[in-house]
Protein backbone atom coordinates (compact mmCIF):
# COMPACT_ATOMS: atom_id res chain seq x y z
CA UNK A 1 0.00 0.00 0.00
CA UNK A 2 1.33 3.38 -1.12
CA UNK A 3 1.42 6.21 1.45
CA UNK A 4 -0.80 8.18 -0.23
CA UNK A 5 -3.58 5.14 0.43
CA UNK A 6 -2.37 4.56 3.83
CA UNK A 7 -2.62 8.26 4.89
CA UNK A 8 -6.17 8.78 3.39
CA UNK A 9 -6.85 5.40 5.16
CA UNK A 10 -5.77 6.60 8.66
CA UNK A 11 -7.54 10.18 8.05
CA UNK A 12 -10.65 8.26 7.05
CA UNK A 13 -10.38 6.63 10.67
CA UNK A 14 -10.29 9.93 12.31
CA UNK A 15 -12.96 11.95 10.30
CA UNK A 16 -15.14 8.09 11.40
CA UNK A 17 -14.28 8.24 15.25
CA UNK A 18 -14.86 12.51 15.36
CA UNK A 19 -18.69 11.77 13.77
CA UNK A 20 -19.33 8.68 16.21
CA UNK A 21 -18.48 11.35 19.04
CA UNK A 22 -21.98 13.19 18.09
CA UNK A 23 -23.90 9.99 19.42
CA UNK A 24 -21.54 9.26 22.86
CA UNK A 25 -23.36 11.25 25.56
CA UNK A 26 -20.22 10.64 27.81
CA UNK A 27 -17.72 13.24 28.00
CA UNK A 28 -14.95 11.51 29.07
CA UNK A 29 -15.60 8.89 26.21
CA UNK A 30 -15.62 11.74 23.47
CA UNK A 31 -12.75 13.69 24.96
CA UNK A 32 -10.77 10.03 24.58
CA UNK A 33 -12.24 9.86 21.05
CA UNK A 34 -11.12 13.25 20.59
CA UNK A 35 -7.93 12.05 21.72
CA UNK A 36 -7.57 9.14 19.46
CA UNK A 37 -8.49 11.24 16.52
CA UNK A 38 -5.70 13.57 17.42
CA UNK A 39 -3.02 10.63 17.51
CA UNK A 40 -4.14 9.40 14.13
CA UNK A 41 -3.67 12.55 12.68
CA UNK A 42 -0.64 12.96 14.04
CA UNK A 43 0.10 9.82 12.21
CA UNK A 44 -0.86 10.67 9.19
CA UNK A 45 1.00 13.57 9.36
CA UNK A 46 4.17 11.44 10.11
CA UNK A 47 3.54 9.34 7.29
CA UNK A 48 2.82 11.64 4.90
CA UNK A 49 6.37 13.75 5.44
CA UNK A 50 7.80 13.78 2.54
CA UNK A 51 11.86 13.05 3.77
CA UNK A 52 14.21 11.44 1.66
CA UNK A 53 14.05 8.20 3.32
CA UNK A 54 10.11 7.76 2.61
CA UNK A 55 10.92 8.94 -0.97
CA UNK A 56 13.90 6.37 -1.59
CA UNK A 57 11.37 3.27 -0.13
CA UNK A 58 8.56 3.98 -2.33
CA UNK A 59 10.61 4.97 -5.46
CA UNK A 60 12.23 1.02 -4.67
CA UNK A 61 8.72 -0.30 -4.17
CA UNK A 62 7.80 1.58 -7.85
CA UNK A 63 10.66 0.13 -8.89
CA UNK A 64 9.54 -3.28 -7.73
CA UNK A 65 6.41 -3.35 -9.05
CA UNK A 66 7.54 -2.72 -12.56
CA UNK A 67 9.26 -5.43 -12.71
CA UNK A 68 12.98 -3.24 -11.70
CA UNK A 69 13.11 -1.63 -15.17
CA UNK A 70 17.04 0.06 -15.37
CA UNK A 71 17.06 3.72 -16.27
CA UNK A 72 13.66 4.96 -14.84
CA UNK A 73 15.10 5.36 -11.62
CA UNK A 74 14.54 9.60 -11.77
CA UNK A 75 11.22 8.45 -13.10
CA UNK A 76 10.38 6.72 -10.31
CA UNK A 77 11.94 8.71 -7.51
CA UNK A 78 9.82 11.97 -8.85
CA UNK A 79 6.64 9.80 -9.01
CA UNK A 80 7.63 8.55 -5.36
CA UNK A 81 7.98 12.26 -4.32
CA UNK A 82 4.64 13.11 -6.17
CA UNK A 83 2.70 10.80 -3.70
CA UNK A 84 4.20 11.81 -1.14
CA UNK A 85 3.49 15.75 -1.11
CA UNK A 86 -0.43 14.52 -2.37
CA UNK A 87 -0.67 12.65 0.85
CA UNK A 88 0.98 15.57 2.57
CA UNK A 89 -1.84 17.72 1.12
CA UNK A 90 -4.51 15.79 2.21
CA UNK A 91 -3.11 16.35 5.74
CA UNK A 92 -3.29 19.71 5.34
CA UNK A 93 -6.38 19.83 3.86
CA UNK A 94 -7.89 17.39 6.27
CA UNK A 95 -6.18 19.96 9.24
CA UNK A 96 -7.87 22.56 7.59
CA UNK A 97 -11.64 20.75 7.45
CA UNK A 98 -11.39 20.13 11.28
Excluded: C
Amino acid sequence: MNRKSLVTSVLAKASKYRKLTRMVGDSETIKRILELTEELKQRAVALAKPDEEHIRVRAREIWDENGRPSGRDEEFWYQAERELREAEELVKHANEEA
